[in-house]
C-alpha cells in the first residue's frame, strides 16, 4: 500500500500529554519528582538579571576617565536610587563641585577607569514556570525545568496568539457554524475558556476583554479583525508574546469558517471543566500549534485509548484530513486513494496528490501537500 506522510493536527478525546516545563536560564525546581501539581503550580523560577543603564560619567563630570572611580560617592556593589546623587567633582579649592544623579534604580555594577563609563544594574526580573496542567511530576530536567504528565483530552488549533491562560470551559455558540458575536459573551464568562463556533468577530473580543475572558477559542477569525486587535500586521515570527487582553485560538482558519463538529462536540462535552490554553504558534521550522489541554484525572492512570492505530503523521486508506488550499480550503473528508504515480495538476506541474471522500460526498483528487492530517 502507497504510504505518505503529512504534518497533523491532533483532536483527541483522550492522550497521554507531557508537557515539558522550562526556565529560560538555569534556575530552582520547586517541586520533587512524583508530586501532583495543580496548572497553576509553580515548578520553577529563576531571575533575570536586570537592564543595564550606562552613564558616561567623565563627561558628566567633565574629568579623566582614570578618576571616574574616586569620584562616586558609593563604591561598586552599592544600591542606587533614581535620582540619587551618585558621582560629585572635586571642583575648584573645594568649591563649584558638579553633582550627578542616578539616571536609573538598581546596583553600581562597575566604574571604568579606562572608558568614564559607569553602569548601573537593574533590579532582577523573576520568572516563574507553572506546570500548565495538573497532574504528576514524571522527569526532573536537573535546574532547567520538569516534565508534568497526564491523560488529557488535547485539541490544536490552526492559529493562535497569546499565552497561557487558565479556567472553567464555557460554550458561548451551541452551535460550530454560529458566528461569535458580542451578544454570545456575558459577564458570568469572566476567567473562562469561551468556545465559539465560526468566525469570532472584533467585537466580541473586544467584548470578552471587557468582561474579563481568559481565551477564546472558535472556528475563525477575520484577517482584518486581528490586525484591528493588534493595531499592526502580524508577520511570520512565532506568536504567543502578545499582550491584548486574552488569548485567542482558531481551530480552522481565516475567514468565515464553522468549528469541526468533531471539535466542537469535544470541547462542548466539558463545559465546566478547567482548563489550559497556549496560543503560542510557529508555522515555519520547528512548527509549534495552539492548544487547549482538558484533564481527565489529578494524574495519569490506566490505558491511554487507542487513536485509530495509524502511525502519528501517515496517511492511509480512512484517515481523517482537512484541505487546507483552495477551492476546498476548510473541506473535512478521509482519504479514499493514494495513487502512487504524480498527477498533472490544473497548473501544468506534476504532485503526488490523494483522493479525498468529503463529509458532503464529492470525492476530490489534491496534491498530498495540500492537506494537513486530524490525529485523533
Known amino acids: 500500500m502507497a504510504k505518505a506522510y503529512t504534518p ?13 516545563r522550562l526556565l529560560p536560564l538555569t534556575g530552582r525546581i520547586t517541586v520533587k519528582l512524583g508530586d501532583r501539581v495543580k496548572a497553576t503550580d509553580v515548578v520553577a523560577q529563576t531571575d533575570l538579571e536586570g537592564d543595564i543603564t550606562p552613564m558616561k560619567m567623565s563627561n558628566l563630570l567633565s574629568c579623566a576617565p582614570r578618576d571616574v572611580p574616586g569620584l562616586l560617592l558609593k563604591p561598586v556593589g552599592s544600591a542606587i536610587a533614581r535620582d540619587e546623587p551618585i558621582a560629585q567633582s572635586k571642583g575648584i579649592f573645594g568649591m563649584m563641585k558638579v553633582t550627578v544623579k542616578a539616571t536609573a534604580a538598581g ?29 504528576r511530576v514524571v522527569d526532573i530536567l536537573g535546574n532547567e525545568g520538569v516534565v508534568v504528565e497526564n491523560d488529557v483530552s488535547l485539541i490544536q488549533g490552526i492559529f493562535g496568539i497569546g499565552g497561557e491562560a487558565y479556567g472553567p470551559i464555557a460554550v458561548a455558540c451551541a452551535r460550530p457554524d454560529e458566528r461569535l458575536e458580542a451578544s454570545c459573551i456575558r459577564p458570568e464568562h469572566a476567567g473562562c475558556i469561551l468556545v465559539g463556533g465560526a468566525r469570532m468577530t472584533i467585537d466580541a473580543i473586544r467584548r470578552a476583554i471587557d468582561v474579563g475572558v481568559a481565551a477564546i477559542v472558535s472556528g475563525g477569525i477575520d484577517d482584518a479583525d486581528l490586525k484591528a486587535l493588534l493595531g499592526h500586521d502580524l508577520g511570520v515570527a512565532i506568536t504567543g508574546s502578545e499582550r491584548v487582553g486574552l488569548t485567542l485560538v482558531v481551530t480552522e482558519g481565516f475567514g468565515d469558517i464553522a468549528m469541526a463538529a468533531r471539535t466542537h462536540t469535544l470541547l462542548t462535552s466539558h463545559a465546566g471543566h478547567p482548563a489550559s490554553v497556549n496560543g503560542a504558534t510557529q508555522i515555519r521550522a520547528g512548527v509549534m500549534r495552539p492548544e487547549i489541554v482538558i484533564p481527565l484525572a489529578d494524574e495519569a492512570t490506566g490505558e491511554v485509548q487507542a487513536g485509530g492505530g495509524a502511525t502519528a503523521g501517515e496517511l492511509s486508506i480512512g484517515t481523517p484530513v482537512r484541505v487546507i488550499r483552495d477551492p476546498w480550503f476548510g473541506a473535512l473528508g478521509t482519504v479514499a486513494a493514494l495513487p502512487e504515480q504524480p498527477a498533472v495538476l490544473d497548473s501544468g506541474s506534476k ?5 479525498v471522500a468529503l463529509a458532503d460526498g464529492q470525492r476530490v483528487t489534491v496534491p498530498r501537500a495540500n492537506v494537513e492530517l486530524i490525529a485523533g
Open 8 to 20: 497533523g493536527l491532533t483532536v483527541s478525546s483522550r492522550v497521554r500529554y507531557r508537557a515539558r
Open 107 to 135: 546596583t553600581i555594577e562597575s566604574a571604568s577607569d579606562s572608558t568614564g563609563m559607569v553602569m548601573i544594574r537593574g533590579a532582577a526580573q523573576p520568572v516563574q514556570v507553572r506546570a500548565f496542567t495538573c497532574g
Open 351 to 355: 504532485a503526488r496528490v490523494l483522493e
